[in-house]
């Protein structure tokens, strides 16, 4: 239970929040040249957990140059295609149902790496590298949301596209670099194997929390009158209910008063009822009726 709180604080919405597009982005990104594309791309692929940790499970088992260059170029040309395409074609979607689907990916990985398919299913798992290829276009999709979260200019779009791309490969093989060499320093020690499924199980659960934590990131932009994402909004509206509270009695609410009716402007005026004359057993009279007694 320690664990599973201790990796929910990790994925506290600031460091979500962090993989998009921040104000002061937007703001930078109004007269920036290629270079500042490209180090928003490659700042952007290095705060990208989701990404990160996919390639992490995709490295796990890769042992020689050749099959990690294959992978590698395949999760490349698949998230540089709808990277640009859709950022050219405009083509958008939520950032967070797309943030949810990558960290599906991330626990697809893991599952894979676990040996899942045989274990659960009996079934071979499909061919990895088209699987790597496809999860790249997913990637690049999510990418591209963010890239479109910026005021992009219409002057020299594609080359800007192009430089932020090449900030996210730039960012991507920095990142590969350093997982390369603690994995290959990792592996010569006997830890490795005994410690090999904990780590996937670990990677499947950062998985499931990020997938999580992007849906409810998704019900705050789609119902943000309701669930404010904004801490400060959060603390507005509960003292907007305290005051609201307060003013109708401590939660008990106020009766309405009920609006008086105008009388008709032709109706005849009502008279006061005139009060019996009672005389305690003589004669009296109502008003100007007969006299009598009871």
Same mark, same amino acid.
């Given at each position: 239970?320690?664990?599973?709180? %201790? ?16 104000? &002061? ?8 040249? $290629? ?18 940790? %996919? ?6 088992? =890769? ?7 294959? %992978? ?9 295609? +709808?990277?640009?395409?859709? +950022?050219?074609?405009?083509? @958008? $979607? ?19 790496? =676990?040996?899942?398919? @045989? ?25 591209? +949301? ?38 290959? &320093? ?11 499924? &904990? ?7 950062? /998985? ?18 309701? %669930? *404010? ?7 507005? +509206? ?6 609201? @509270? ?6 008990? *609410? ?7 009716? *105008? ?11 005139? @009060? &019996?004359?009672?005389?305690? /057993? ?6 100007? /009726? ?5």
């Amino acid at each position: 239970m320690r664990l599973i709180l %201790f990796l929910s604080l990790l994925m506290s919405p600031t460091l979500t929040l962090a993989h998009g597009m921040s104000e &002061a982005d937007k703001q930078r990104i109004l007269d920036a040249g $290629a270079l500042e594309y490209i180090d928003l791309g490659a700042r952007h692929m290095l705060t990208g957990y989701d990404h990160l940790l %996919f390639l992490l499970g995709v490295l796990f088992f =890769l042992y020689n140059v050749r099959d990690i260059v294959k %992978f590698i170029t395949a999760f490349t040309l698949g998230h540089s295609i +709808t990277l640009v395409f859709a +950022t050219l074609l405009t083509i @958008k $979607a939520n950032a967070y149902l797309i943030d949810a689907v990558i960290a599906l990916t991330v626990c697809y990985k893991a599952f894979e790496n =676990l040996d899942g398919f @045989k274990r659960f299913f009996q079934i071979k798992a499909p061919s990895l590298l088209w699987m790597v290829f496809g999860f790249g276009l997913i990637h690049g999709f999510g990418l591209s +949301t963010r890239l479109q979260q910026l005021p992009l200019p219409d002057d020299g779009l594609v080359l800007n596209i192009l430089a932020f791309n090449v900030g996210v490969e730039l960012g991507q093989i920095l990142a590969l670099c350093v997982m390369l060499l603690v994995l290959a &320093a990792w592996r010569k020690r006997e830890s490795f194997g005994n410690f090999a499924k &904990a780590c996937n199980g670990l990677l499947m659960i950062l /998985g499931t929390l990020l997938f999580l934590h992007q849906l409810h990131g998704y019900q705050h932009s789609v119902y943000s009158d309701d %669930f *404010p994402l904004n801490q400060d909004d959060h603390a507005h +509206t509960h003292e907007d209910m305290e005051s609201a @509270k307060k003013i109708q009695g401590y939660g008990q *609410p106020l009766m309405p008063s009920m609006p008086q009716e *105008p009388a008709p402007v032709n109706a005849a005026p009502v008279e006061p009822p005139v @009060k &019996a004359e009672h005389t305690h /057993g003589k004669s009296h009279r109502h008003g100007d /009726g007969e006299p009598h007694h009871h």
